[in-house]
């Protein structure tokens, strides 16, 4: 066996040793010109670009077969500016047909090639050309077949030009192989490329290539992958007067907000937009891509539905979606209506940009909704957004315990925001409607509220400042906390001067509230206010201060009869914060009441009286510092607390 496998290699050897004698005659008599113009003439007849070059050309048979053209342009024709500029082009040659004086290119390597496309208003480029004559030479029965079908870049450069959309990038540092195996229809591109400061993996390969050349359907298979963004595609393309692609696309991004500045769109405030994945079946006209069997993920959220993207000179999304829990905290995170740990509206100025960015016309539905500390039932609201104009429309949502439906309005002027809001709350739990709605942390019981508000303003602190509006409120079966309006009646009916206790403790039931507001510039008018209770009626009027958060009421708190007659009935005022008013009675009105008091307020109101009152007190103090305390006890406010005993 050893022998006979020792037979067999000397003839294999001899033969081999031939092949190099042959390869080493052959660079010795090879005319170097012609290899030259046949390299010249190849390129030329698969791409139609034309060959100039400005440097050397090496030219080398063996130990390697190849041409190396040093500082070369290629053009197409009627062209000045060069498509393709390369520092080396190195067509590499086939062996065989090498010894036999024929000269065939067996792959071309480009390093550091710059590449310029220009896309015209017409949807051609100056690449069309080559395009075309590629798709021609590769079609069966071609007078000029492609003789070389492996193209490899290394360390390129690509510039994109479209001037009629205003669109230029650059792709840098492209290290890329291209392959057309002349045994199969198959193309496939794998490599590297930096683009924005990120490394791309990329790779595409179509079934057809040919036909996807000439335009025709051909199945297509392409994968992006970067740190900010990950894309697939899988389907087919076609391109025969505009681009259609179908197929299933996925998309996944571990922070969507930094995959969207990578891509140079503007992102809307600064929370949320983490975690993203998408992953449906695409559609793609031109510049519009239809996704059906949407199923879609953002920050925990989950939906499905169907999406329409365009971008005919303005990006558009349409969207209807349908999700089981929405959780919209992460997006209003950093949006505060009062400033942190004060009372005080936030002054910090809203950031407006992301409104002119795109046009969005988005109808979502849930199960589950949360808004911060806001819980919602069932859900159904529309979002649209057009021209810097945002406009959100709730059909009706469980909120509160009851219904909510109404519309939300944010329109941009430069810096300044016209907010308008028309809500309608049916049969909602008052606590919680009224503390997260506007503060209010005293009110209990089941109602309905109804506002119609309108505002201008470049912080929270600017829109309350310049409220508009009317709000409406009709409420049952509730309480109002902070003081027990009874107890207080029945022993002041008893003891008018019995000194004012805490006014400020204890709950006050009621049957029916009724509340009508109306609001101007920041200043809301009690036009009426009424509060029944088993036992008990208030009504109040005067002004609320939007802008200071403050109260400033006056009021009659009466015990009913049960006989019908008038009862007890007691002036009192309401004034200082929303969520921690000072509520006292009106103390000329406890003075009145009081049997041995009320004669000393009618004597020190009439002057001569009071004068006689004065005398008889300068004879006990001898005329000090006090003798000016009656007359300045007559004239005090009538409003001022009481501290009597």
């Not at 029965?141 to 479209?162: P, T």
């Not at 791309?200 to 290539?209: K, L």
């Not at 510039?521 to 036009?527: K, Q, Y």
């Amino acid at each position: 066996m050893a022998q006979g496998m020792k037979r067999l290699g000397v003839p294999v050897a001899a033969l081999f040793g031939v092949a190099v004698l042959a390869l080493i005659g052959t660079s010795w008599f090879i005319n170097r010109d012609a290899l030259r113009q046949a390299v010249e003439a190849q390129i030329r007849a698969v791409t139609g670009l034309d060959l100039v070059v400005t440097g050397a050309i090496d030219v080398s048979v063996f130990p390697g077969s190849y041409v190396s053209f040093h500082n070369v342009g290629l053009k197409g024709g009627g062209t000045t500016d060069p498509a393709l500029q390369v520092d080396v082009l190195t067509a590499n040659l086939r062996l065989l047909p090498l010894l036999l004086r024929r000269f065939e290119i067996a792959d071309v390597m480009m390093l550091r090639p710059h590449i310029r496309v220009v896309r015209e208003a017409g949807g051609q480029s100056n690449w069309t050309p080559f395009v075309e004559r590629i798709a021609r030479t590769m079609k069966p029965g071609a007078e000029n077949q492609v003789s070389f079908s492996e193209i490899r870049i290394q360390d390129g450069v690509l510039k994109y030009e479209d001037a009629a959309n205003r669109v230029t990038e650059q792709l840098g540092d492209i290290d890329l192989s291209l392959a057309w195996p002349s045994i199969s229809r198959s193309f496939a591109a794998t490599g590297q490329f930096d683009w924005r400061g990120e490394r791309v993996d990329g790779s595409i390969s179509a079934s057809d290539f040919v036909a996807m050349l000439s335009g025709d359907r051909s199945g297509l298979k392409a994968r992006l992958v970067s740190a900010p963004l990950k894309l697939a595609f899988d389907g087919a393309v076609a391109n025969r007067t505009s681009l259609m692609m179908d197929g299933t696309v996925t998309v996944d991004s571990v922070s969507l907000r930094n995959a969207m500045r990578w891509m140079g769109q503007p992102v809307p405030g600064s929370g949320g937009f983490g975690r993203f994945a998408l992953r449906a079946r695409a559609n793609v006209v031109g510049a519009s891509v239809a996704l059906t069997n949407v199923n879609v993920e953002l920050d925990g959220n989950v939906a499905e539905g169907v999406m329409t993207v365009a971008n005919n000179g303005r990006q558009t999304l349409q969207a209807t979606l349908a999700a089981g829990n929405l959780d919209f905290t992460p997006y209003i995170s950093t949006f505060r209506l009062l400033a942190s740990g004060a009372r005080d509206w936030n002054r910090q100025l809203f950031d407006l940009t992301s409104l002119s960015a795109t046009d969005l016309d988005m109808r979502l539905s849930a199960a589950r909704v949360t808004v911060g500390p806001t819980r919602l039932g069932r859900t159904a609201f529309g979002a649209n957004l057009r021209g810097g104009a945002l406009a959100l429309s709730v059909g009706e949502a469980q909120m509160y315990g009851g219904i909510a439906k109404g519309s939300f309005g944010i329109a941009r002027s430069d810096a300044i925001a016209d907010v308008k809001a028309q809500f309608q709350f049916t049969d909602v739990d008052l606590q919680t409607c009224a503390s997260e709605l506007f503060g209010i942390t005293k009110l209990s019981g089941r109602g309905n509220l109804g506002v119609s508000l309108m505002a201008s303003g470049s912080s929270p602190f600017g829109l309350a400042s310049s409220l508009d509006g009317t709000a409406t409120l009709t409420g049952h079966d509730g309480a109002i906390a902070g003081f027990n309006v009874e107890q207080l009646l029945k022993r002041l009916e008893r003891r008018p001067l019995s000194g004012g206790g805490n006014f400020r403790s204890g709950t006050t039931p009621y049957d029916n509230l009724t509340v009508s507001v109306h609001f101007n510039d920041g200043i809301a008018t009690v036009e009426d206010i009424r509060v029944d209770g088993p036992t008990t009626r208030l009504t109040l009027t005067g002004t609320a201060s939007v802008p200071s958060r403050e109260y400033d009421l006056k009021g009659i708190a009466s015990l009913t009869s049960t006989a019908g007659d008038k009862g007890f009935e007691l002036p009192f005022v309401v004034q200082g914060p929303w969520d921690d008013p000072l509520v006292f009675p009106d103390p000329e009105s406890l003075i009145r009441r009081s049997p041995g008091a009320a004669p000393l307020l009618d004597a020190v109101k009439d002057r001569k009286t009071r004068d006689a009152v004065r005398s008889v007190i300068e004879r006990f103090t001898g005329g000090g510092s006090r003798q000016a305390v009656p007359e300045a006890a007559a004239d005090a406010p009538a409003n001022a607390p009481a501290k009597a005993n």
